[in-house]
C-alpha cells in the first residue's frame, strides 16, 4: 500500500542553523501539507501546497519558514535558522484532493533544536 | 479560536467495553475526520464524515455530527488493547483548501 515517507526520522541541530526536513508524499497525490506537533500538545497546521505553490499558511508558517517541491516525488520544508521553540514533530501529509480528502500522513521527523 | 476539542482528555476502559469519545468545533466546517495516534508515531487517518451527513460507519467505529450544536462523537466498539492510541478530531474549515485543525485529543487505554 503506498505511503508517505519522511526523512531524517530524527534531526537534531544547534539554534540558528538552517534544516530542510524531506517527505515523499503518495505519487498520485495533488495536495500536500506540512504539520508540526509540540511534544504534548495538538497537531498545528503550518502550510498547504498545491500545483507548485501555498495555497495556505498558518500564522506559524512566517519568513524562517519555506516550502519547495524540487522535482516531481520531494516534497520540502525549510527553515532557515531554527530556534528552540522549532523542537516538535513535523509531519507531512498528501491527499488526492483537498476540501474533503482523507489526509495520508508520513511517520514525522523529530526536530531537536539545541 | 479553539477548534476540535475533545473530551474526555484521558479514557481508560476494560478490553471488550465501548469507547466514546467526543469533539467540539467552533466555525462552520467541510467536514470532521477523526485521526488515531499511536505513541511517538504519525497520524492514522480513521474516518471522515461530511457536513451534510449525520452518522457514518466503519467496522467497530462509529461517528456522530450534529452540525447544529457544533460536535462529533467517535465510539469504538468492543475495544482491544490494540486500540489504545490518542484519537484526535479534525475539521476541515468551510472556505479553507483541506488543511485541517486539530484538537489536543483523547488518550485512549484499554487494559486487557
Known amino acids: 500500500e503506498p505511503e508517505v515517507t519522511q526523512t531524517p526520522s530524527h534531526q537534531v541541530t544547534q539554534m540558528g542553523q538552517e534544516v530542510i526536513l524531506r517527505c515523499v508524499p503518495i505519487?498520485?497525490?495533488?495536495?500536500f501539507y506540512w504539520y508540526r506537533q509540540i511534544l504534548g500538545q495538538k497537531v498545528e497546521f503550518l502550510v498547504s501546497?498545491?500545483?507548485?505553490?501555498?495555497?495556505?499558511k498558518s500564522e506559524i508558517f512566517d519568513d524562517q519558514f519555506s516550502v519547495e517541491r524540487p522535482d516531481g516525488s520531494n516534497f520540502t520544508l525549510k527553515i532557515r535558522s531554527t530556534k528552540l521553540e522549532d523542537s516538535a514533530m513535523y509531519f507531512c501529509?498528501?491527499?488526492?484532493?483537498?476540501?474533503?480528502?482523507?489526509?495520508?500522513f508520513g511517520p514525522g521527523t523529530r526536530l531537536t533544536v539545541l | 479560536s479553539q477548534q476540535g476539542e475533545e473530551d474526555p482528555q484521558a479514557l481508560s476502559i476494560q478490553e471488550g467495553e465501548n469507547a466514546t469519545m467526543n469533539c467540539s468545533y467552533k466555525?462552520?466546517?467541510?467536514?470532521l475526520q477523526w485521526y488515531r495516534q499511536n505513541s511517538g508515531r504519525g497520524l492514522v487517518h480513521l474516518i471522515l464524515i461530511r457536513s451534510n451527513e449525520r452518522e457514518k460507519h466503519s467496522g467497530r467505529l462509529r461517528v456522530t455530527l450534529d452540525t447544529s450544536k457544533k460536535s462529533s462523537s467517535l465510539l469504538i466498539t468492543a475495544s482491544r488493547a490494540a486500540d489504545t492510541a490518542s484519537y484526535f478530531c479534525a475539521t476541515d474549515a468551510w472556505g479553507s483548501q483541506g488543511n485541517l485543525i486539530f484538537g489536543k485529543g483523547t488518550k485512549l487505554s484499554v487494559k486487557p
Open positions: 505519487s498520485n497525490h495533488l495536495y
Open positions: 501546497f498545491y500545483n507548485n505553490e501555498i495555497s495556505e
Open positions: 501529509a498528501s491527499s488526492p484532493r483537498g476540501r474533503n480528502g482523507e489526509q495520508f
Open positions: 466555525t462552520s466546517i467541510n467536514n
